[in-house]
């Protein structure tokens, strides 16, 4: 069955770095463009970060632009979220979502804490 599993979540300090990764399975991973979304409590669901399915083009919210890098390794059915410079208002949920036209998959999330 088609599972997307996130880890690397966490408690950091502000300033601090995370490297989130995301395991795929049970679908063909290099078809799929990949996100990263996030949630905070009470807030909407925000798309932090997007990779083409070939990892050749990426796009940034720009709440993150210059701090988070994704990337992918289709050979190992991962994508990756590098996080750098990390403020307490990234505190949230982080969701990878898998998507192509005809539909897309999420996972169950992991959170990241940012506090001193």
């Known amino acids: 069955q088609v599972q997307l599993v996130e880890s690397g979540g966490g408690l950091v300090q502000p300033g601090g770095s995370l490297r989130l990764s995301c395991a795929a399975s049970g679908f063909t991973f290099s078809s799929y463009a990949m996100r990263w979304y996030r949630q905070a409590p009470g807030k909407e669901r925000e798309l932090v970060a997007h990779i083409a399915s070939y990892g050749g083009t990426t796009h940034y919210a720009d709440s993150v632009m210059g701090r988070f890098t994704i990337s992918r390794d289709n050979a190992k059915n991962t994508v990756y979220l590098q996080m750098n410079s990390l403020k307490p208002e990234d505190t949230a949920g982080y969701y990878c979502?898998?998507?192509?036209?005809?539909?897309?998959?999420w996972g169950q999330g992991t959170q990241v804490t940012v506090s001193s």
């Open positions: 979502n898998a998507i192509r036209l005809q539909g897309s998959y």
